[in-house]
Every structure is written in C-alpha cells, then in structure tokens.
C-alpha cells in the first residue's frame, strides 16, 4: 500500500473517531452508560473494518453487514427491562447510528459522515432543552387514555 492511500485511510479514521467522540462527548455528560470511548470504540471499528474491506478488495457489502449485524447485538446488550419501563434504546440506536457514521467515513463519504454525526448530536440534544420534558409528557399524556 503507498503512503498516499494509508494517509487517506488515516484521515477517514481521524473523522470516524472525531464524530463518534463528540457524539459519546455528549452522551457521557448527560450520564449515559455508553461514554466518548464506547462511541468512538464503535466508530472506528466500523470504520477500520470497512476499510479492511475496501482494501483486500471483493464485496465491501459482506463486512459492512456483518458490522451492522455485530452492533446490533452490541446494542441488544445495552437494552434492558426494569419495573419503570425499558432503558437504554437511545444508547442501542445511537451506538448502531455511530456505526454508520465510521462506515460513511470509511468509504470516503465524508458529507454523509458529518451530516450523520450533527444530526445525530442534534437529536440526543434534543433531549437536553427546556421544556422538552414537558412537551414529551403532554405528547404521552394524550397517546395513553385514561
């Protein structure tokens, strides 16, 4: 492999970590069980295996997958049951959303990556605005009779 190609591959994997990190950024300081390393775990693992994918040539869509499939059940791992409701489907999705992201980036779709990453900050943000709770308990107040 020239120089040229592993810096290219190096920069996709900066973008990939960049974007996962500021995504798990977020999710730790609002205490979410899956931090800035979990994020950027799964961001550039996706994005380094379809790198491999690219690189050994073949059916890049195999790997890409199995890297959907495998965060999937990563995600599976992070939901659970408890007596208030189910928690942890935002970390599942986010998680499998951040995938994504590393996998735009390692196929050199830097947009898609970037626009992914800010949509996604943007919508766990949400979460974080005042009178958000409020707007969520009227929406379900009125979807549940009785």
Known sequence: MDVN???LYASRM???AVIGGLIGLERERHASDAGIRTYMAISMGACAFSLISVHVGGDPTRIAAQVVTGI???GAGVIFQGKGGVAGLTT???LWATAAVGMASAFGMYVLA???GVLLFATLSLHHLPGWKRLSQKSD???HPG
Do not use: P
């Open 14 to 16: 900066i973008l990939a």
């Open 141 to 143: 107040d009125h979807s």
């Open 114 to 116: 970037i626009v992914t």
């Open 72 to 74: 999937g059940f990563i």
């Open 5 to 7: 190609t592993e810096l």
């Open 92 to 94: 599942a999705a986010t």
